[in-house]
């Protein structure tokens, strides 16, 4: 059974303060590693897309890489409009296709001014 | 580019109820995704429709069912209704069949259950 744990499941940084989210995750055969941001009353919006271990993908102040058990959310500077639950997910390489995703609980980051 | 619609965006039902809730996805989007988020269990897959077939299905019974339509819009039924099914159902589409990962959340469904 695909399995994603996310840690910490809450982290409160102030404004600037640089930290990293993780992403432990087992999978039988990995099609992709996904980070997405989920805003209170919102629907969770995509981030990146992490194939194989080593790739990494930045967009402004997050970088997001993978291994093979694991990935990260780098977040550098942040400020408090990066404040949300970032979800971390993955999916599997099935023989028909695409299995839905697999969804770790979060972590819920606030960016404090 | 209107996003995902999802609605009702609230609604109320009583123990052995059933509920229909509808999903219009991102203009040409063939893939729909449901999702059921809950507190205690996260964000987990319901089922996945591309091209009115079902390709994919998590691991619900079978009181959820879902159902695509000829111009992608998709609805899902939960039938019987227990309190546990209270929760947010989110849609989510994507641009292609090769289901990427790359999901258009719509902003869901709250369903509260008494």
């Known amino acids: 059974e695909d399995q994603v744990t996310q840690s910490p499941e809450a982290l409160r940084l102030q404004e600037g303060e640089s930290s990293s989210l993780n992403c432990s995750y087992t999978v039988s055969g990995l099609r992709g590693l996904f980070w997405y941001r989920q805003d209170p009353g919102k629907g969770p919006e995509f981030l990146f897309t992490?194939?194989?271990a080593g790739e990494e993908k930045e967009k402004e102040r997050l970088k997001a890489t993978l291994t093979k058990k694991e990935s990260f959310l780098h977040i550098t500077a942040p400020k408090p409009e990066d404040s949300a639950t970032y979800l971390c997910a993955v999916q599997a390489r099935s023989g028909g296709g695409a299995d839905g995703l697999t969804f770790g609980k979060g972590t819920h980051l606030i960016i404090q001014p | 580019k209107a996003g995902v619609t999802q609605t009702p965006r609230y609604l109320i039902k009583t123990r052995g109820q059933q509920v229909t809730l509808s999903c219009s996805p991102i203009s040409g989007h063939r893939s729909v995704s449901w999702y059921q988020q809950t507190p205690g269990q996260g964000l987990q897959f319901l089922f996945e429709y591309f091209s009115e077939t079902q390709r994919n299905k998590g691991n619900f019974p079978g009181r959820f069912s879902g159902r695509q339509f000829s111009n992608s819009r998709s609805e899902m039924n939960v039938s019987t209704l227990e309190l546990g099914d209270s929760a947010l159902y989110l849609c989510?589409?994507?641009?292609?069949?090769?289901?990427?990962?790359?999901?258009?959340f719509g902003e869901g469904s709250r369903l509260t259950v008494l």
């Open positions: 992490l194939y194989s």
């Open positions: 989510a589409s994507s641009q292609t069949g090769a289901n990427t990962g790359e999901l258009f």
